[in-house]
């Protein structure tokens, strides 16, 4: 799907650009274009390497698609952390950027926070 909206993308960007001049919507259309052939490409690529599952065999039962289907945190107060800072950001924009500065711990801080959550050294055990 996404690989023909590139492909439509692609053309009325050209024809876009060809027919109106105007450098502003002929640039959005061709990022359109890029951003939908980045997504293609990785769906594509993400196909290639996962086996097809029990909801792809229409003569599949309920009990061929148990098992683990991986990790989830059960909490976190990472993206908490990272979403305050965030709002901070952007309340800079219409505040003043001085505002950013106190942003920017909260950040930095979600952000390391959230990398390293399950993190508990080379030589610990888990």
Not at 54 to 65: L, S
Not at 71 to 92: D, K, N, V
């Amino acid at each position: 799907m996404f690989a023909w909206l590139s492909v439509f993308m692609l053309i009325a960007a050209v024809v876009y650009g060809v027919w109106s001049k105007e450098p502003a919507g002929t640039t959005a259309l061709f990022m359109a274009f890029a951003l939908s052939i980045m997504i293609g490409f990785y769906l594509v690529f993400t196909a290639r390497r996962v086996d097809t599952g029990a909801q792809d065999n229409k003569q599949a039962d309920v009990a061929d698609d148990a098992g683990e289907l991986g990790f989830f945190s059960p909490h976190s107060w990472q993206p908490l952390t990272l979403a305050f800072g965030g709002a901070i950001a952007f309340l800079s924009i219409a505040i003043g950027w001085w505002l950013a500065f106190f942003a920017l711990p909260f950040i930095v801080l979600g952000i390391f926070g959230w990398v390293f959550e399950y993190y508990r050294g080379a030589d610990q055990n888990q």
